[in-house]
Structures are given as structure tokens and as C-alpha cells.
């Protein structure tokens, strides 16, 4: 990480008793709820005691158990309390995405805000609007990135068990425990420092991937038995799931997250798409291997981004008509 760069942050951080706010993406993953959370624990060991983190929305119950984890202020519950807090912080630590757009309805107040705005993020194309900008689409996650940042503050040893544990979360699930986006050395030395601090790496795997629902798992057999369509001539997969069928499986959030990889996990499939019908528009998450570029995909035709293998956006028509236009532009570009 940039030394330059760490010294402007550590400047900005001289004083510790001004106002500091994490603040996550909206439906934040693994990655945005533990880089943030890690950085609260840190901030906290080395002495900070006006800090605060910000959700826009709640997050999967499979994170729930996370260390500060009832730290966390849902904006979308305590509204006045979120934006106060954003219009009036010093510094504000965006982590884990890097545009306004991406924290919902706390957009306007995000931008607003006079606080000094430092982007800890390994998204591809940072937007302007920030003051500091660590952006590096290499890093395995904003988690180790945060690692990093901690690590060139001179003050790794101020990283407790619960914060490593945090930053465990977001290195795995962005990684799908260690399968994709985590070639570099440097990821595992990272982890191999955060197991020497007493994180238990099969514990940690078990909270998030084997504590499904009865209902999440019968949805997901749903999804792959009745909602799955393949175009192996494109090499394509995708799900739709309309609001009746989340309801029929009592649906809750996170439950369909990681459901798109099973669809990118059938044979000569180099591109799969999950349609999840929400109240005012569809959300779409697309997942890819090699050179099929779903960032470009999303921010092209669905108001969305994210890295070159997984990314998201939006639509604004019905499910139905979604998924026709899909199929066209699948058609239509090959
Ligand atoms: P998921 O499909 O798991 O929701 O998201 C996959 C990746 O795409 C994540 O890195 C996430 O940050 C990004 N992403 C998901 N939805 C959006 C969106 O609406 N806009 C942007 N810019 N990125 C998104
Ligand atoms: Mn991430």
C-alpha cells in the first residue's frame, strides 16, 4: 500500500477523539460486513472511541454471529440516526465499494457530508468524490486490504482475535474459500497471520456455509430443479425466481446468496445469471470464468458493476420481460 498515502490517512487520524463512520454497501457481503467490522475493532484497540458502522440494509443471519456485530446501525431502521451520524463524522471509511451509488438511500447524505471520505476498496473504476482513494483490483478483498492498511500503519499487533476473525469472513467469502480471485502469495500470508492470532478456520467456514435453513436449502433445490435454465450452445445458465417463490420458502435475506455459483458450476458454463424478483425492480448477480467480463455486462445493461468474474445490477422492467431481454442480448452478441 501506498506510503504517501497511509501518512495523508494517518494525519487525518491524528485526533482520537473526533467522529469516525464505517460505511458498508448495501445488502453488504462477508466482505463488507468483516473489513468494516475489523476496522471498528481496530479502531477501537488503538484508542478511538467516538466510532460508529453503517449499514444501509440488513445483512444475511449467517453473519450474524460476527464479532460487533450488534455494533452495527441499520439505516433503514434507525434512518435519523444513520444520516446524523454521516453528515456529521470527520472521516468517513468507505469500504468495500466505490461509488455513491452503491450505499441506496444514504447517497445524498454520503456526498454531502464534510467529513474527509477514505475508500478502502478493490472494486474496478473508483468514482471521483472521495478524498483518499486505496483502490487495488489485485487485492483478494477490501479484508485484506484493511490488513494492509493496519500493516502499514505500523500497528498489526494492535489486530485482536475478533478483528482477524472479521477480516477471515471477508477474505473467504470472497474468495469462495480460497477457489477464485486469491493467486497472489500475498493473500495467504495474510491469512497465515490471522490464524497465528487464534482465528479457527473451520469453525469460522462452518458459521457461514453449514448453518442453512430448512427452508434456504429446499429453495435452493428448488432453484436447481425447477428455476434453472441452460443454454449450453452459448454456455450460459441462469435462475429466475419470482416473488411467489421466495415466499413459498419463507424467504429471508442471504438466503440466495451463492446460489449463482451452482449455476456456474455445470460443465462448459462460462457465464450464469440469478434474477430475483424484489419489490420495485429485479436484482441481477452474474458470475463468469475467464474472459467473459460480467462488470462490463452490468454497468452496460443493468445499472450495476462489480469485478471482471462477479457482478450486479438492477432492472427496472418485470421478471418476465428481464428474462426475454436477457435471452436476446445472449442471442444477439454471440
Ligand atoms: P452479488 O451478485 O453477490 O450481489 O454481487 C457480486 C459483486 O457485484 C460484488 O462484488 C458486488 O459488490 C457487486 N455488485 C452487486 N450488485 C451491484 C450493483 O448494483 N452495483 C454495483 N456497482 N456493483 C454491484
Ligand atoms: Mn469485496
Not at 198 to 221: E, K, N, Q
Not at 277 to 289: L, T
Amino acid at each position: 500500500m501506498d506510503k504517501t498515502q497511509i501518512l495523508r490517512a494517518a494525519e487525518y487520524l491524528k485526533d482520537r477523539s473526533q467522529s469516525i463512520v464505517m460505511i458498508m454497501h448495501t445488502s453488504p457481503d462477508g466482505d463488507a460486513v468483516g473489513s468494516s467490522l475489523a476496522f471498528y475493532d481496530y479502531l477501537l484497540n488503538a484508542g478511538y472511541s467516538n466510532i460508529h458502522v453503517i449499514a444501509p440494509n440488513p445483512y444475511a443471519s449467517f453473519l450474524h454471529w460476527i464479532p460487533h456485530h450488534d455494533k452495527v446501525i441499520i439505516a433503514e431502521k434507525e434512518k435519523e440516526k444513520a444520516k446524523d451520524l454521516i453528515s456529521s463524522a470527520s472521516i468517513l471509511f468507505c469500504l468495500d465499494f466505490n461509488g455513491f451509488s452503491r450505499v441506496n438511500h444514504l447517497e445524498k447524505v454520503l456526498r454531502d457530508s464534510k467529513g474527509v471520505k477514505i475508500m478502502i476498496d478493490h472494486h474496478p473504476g473508483p468514482e471521483s468524490g472521495f478524498d483518499l482513494v486505496f483502490s487495488d483490483t489485485d487485492a483478494s478483498s477490501t479484508a485484506e486490504m484493511v490488513y494492509e492498511f493496519i500493516a502499514g500503519l505500523g500497528d498489526t499487533e494492535k489486530i485482536s482475535l475478533q478483528a482477524a476473525q472479521c477480516l477471515y469472513v471477508g477474505i473467504i467469502t470472497d474468495t469462495g474459500s480460497f477457489s477464485y480471485g486469491c493467486n497472489n502469495p500475498r493473500t495467504y500470508e495474510i491469512v497465515a497471520r490471522l490464524i497465528e492470532k487464534g482465528v479457527d478456520g473451520a469453525h469460522i467456514h462452518h458459521l457461514i456455509y453449514s448453518t442453512y435453513t430448512i427452508d434456504r436449502m429446499r429453495l435452493l433445490g428448488y432453484c436447481l430443479s425447477e428455476r434453472l435454465t441452460v443454454m449450453p450452445e452459448y454456455q450460459v445458465a441462469f435462475i429466475a425466481l419470482s416473488k411467489e417463490d421466495l415466499k413459498k420458502f419463507n424467504h429471508q435475506e442471504g438466503d440466495t446468496e451463492g446460489v449463482v455459483n451452482y449455476a456456474l458450476a455445470i460443465r462448459d458454463i462460462s457465464l450464469a445469471v440469478l434474477f430475483t424478483e424484489k419489490n420495485n425492480y429485479v436484482k441481477v448477480s452474474f458470475r463468469s470464468v475467464g474472459d467473459v467480463d460480467v462488470n462490463k455486462l452490468a454497468r452496460n445493461y443493468y445499472e450495476g458493476g462489480g469485478h471482471k468474474n462477479a457482478a450486479g445490477g438492477k432492472s427496472f422492467r418485470s421478471l418476465e420481460h428481464t428474462v426475454t431481454s436477457f435471452i436476446s442480448l445472449v442471442k444477439g452478441s454471440s
